[in-house]
């Protein structure tokens, strides 16, 4: 059974950091993407930036391409966000997620396989 937990998140002001963490457990294989997507009230779920656990390509949003980085451990199977510059506009739920892939190219929310609970960032102006 496949379980992605995130934790970090919190509140800060702008342009204040915060790092995010998530583990996955129960993956068989390395051709999978793990990524991190966020919603805001009102809004639908966008992407914010992926990676994929074999090649360790990555992509972005436009939007946090420059501000945010993201990386992985595989020893512990971790993956991770680090946010900095954060603006009110990153405030949001933000969701770890896997999905199955043979590589990368873009971040998709509808191939998504596994979803983590969230974890709520707060950005104050």
């Known amino acids: 059974r496949v379980r992605v937990e995130e934790s970090g998140g919190g509140s800060v002001q702008t342009g204040g950091s915060l790092r995010l963490s998530c583990t996955a457990s129960g993956l068989t294989s390395d051709n999978y993407v793990m990524g991190w997507f966020r919603q805001a009230p009102g809004k639908e779920r966008e992407e914010v930036s992926c990676?994929?656990?074999?090649?360790?390509?990555?992509v972005y949003a436009t939007s946090v391409k420059g501000r945010f980085t993201i990386s992985r451990d595989n020893a512990k199977n971790t993956l991770h966000l680090q946010m900095n510059s954060l603006k009110p506009e990153d405030t949001a739920m933000y969701y770890c997620?896997?999905?199955?892939?043979?590589?990368?190219?873009?971040?998709?929310?509808?191939?998504?396989?596994?979803w983590g609970r969230g974890t709520q960032v707060t950005v104050s102006s």
């Open positions: 990676i994929h656990w074999s090649s360790n390509n990555t």
């Open positions: 997620a896997a999905y199955r892939s043979a590589g990368l190219v873009y971040c998709s929310v509808s191939r998504v396989d596994y």
